[in-house]
Structure formats: structure tokens, C-alpha cells
């Protein structure tokens, strides 16, 4: 790992952050949980190309919005196997201290339903819409 992400991972870990994006000193971070972060990111019109993320949890979810933020690399405390494929595919480096077969949703009683509503999903921009529609929905629930 190149020096940018450790220092993103570091300010990730010591103000207790649920993701940070960094490059050449300059740090955008969030306490928001889920993908809401990043899609405020690429909604804010922020030029992400080429910084370094450090994320509590990447799913696949995260993963197709990290391709379309342009990052270089991402660390993540837990990443999901379908994460870790995406963003190598993608010509991402991926880090991790754990990696498993699928993220836990929040109950803890199944899969992310971000991370299966995007699972047979190739294309990053296609999953944003579904993205999108899905937490539109989880929304309704609450």
C-alpha cells in the first residue's frame, strides 16, 4: 500500500469516520452510513479521480460508486468478495483486513440488500440507478 491510502486509512481509524477520500494532503470524509456517502460524492460534482478511499465496509454496492468516483485504491475494514472483484476489475487496487462472501444488512439476519440488488450487475452507472431505486425503497420501510 502506497503512503495515501495508509494516510487514509489512518484518519479513517482515528476520527472514527465511515469513509475518507485523500490525495496530496487533502482529505473528504463522512460519519453518514452505507453507500450515502459516496453518493453525495458523486452528486456534489467533487473531483474524486485519482484520490485514495478508506472505508469501514465495501460491498459491491460501494464498489460499482468507488469505479465511478475514479478512485485509485480502496481499503476497507470489511470488503465483500463481489467488491474486491468489481473494483480489480475495474484497474482498482483493493485492501483489506477481512474479506467474506457477501456484507451482513444491518439486522444482521441476511445479505446487504444494496449488495443483492446489484449482485448480477457489470456495469457501474447501471448500478447507481439501482442503487438509487433500492434505498428509495428501504426508505419507504423505515
Not at 459516496?38 to 485514495?52: H, P, R, T, V, W
Not at 476489475?89 to 446489484?118: K, L, M
Request: charged fraction near 25%.
Amino acid at each position: 500500500m502506497n503512503k495515501d491510502i495508509l494516510t487514509a486509512k489512518k484518519i479513517l481509524i482515528e476520527n472514527d469516520y465511515t469513509c475518507v477520500l485523500y490525495s496530496n494532503g487533502k482529505a473528504y470524509h463522512s460519519t453518514l452510513r452505507g453507500v450515502k456517502p459516496l453518493i453525495d460524492f458523486l452528486e456534489s460534482n467533487f473531483d474524486s479521480a485519482g484520490y485514495y478511499a478508506a472505508d469501514k465496509v465495501v460491498g459491491a454496492g460501494a464498489a460499482h460508486l468507488y469505479v465511478l468516483l475514479g478512485v485509485k485504491a480502496v481499503w476497507a475494514k470489511l470488503m465483500s468478495k463481489d467488491a474486491m472483484d468489481i473494483l480489480q476489475t475495474n484497474g482498482i487496487d483493493a485492501f483489506y483486513d477481512d474479506v467474506v462472501p457477501y456484507i451482513i444488512n444491518r439486522s444482521g439476519e441476511g445479505a446487504c440488500p444494496i449488495e443483492t440488488a446489484v449482485k448480477e450487475i457489470t456495469d457501474s452507472k447501471q448500478a447507481l440507478d439501482i442503487i438509487k431505486q433500492t434505498l428509495e425503497k428501504l426508505s419507504k420501510r423505515a
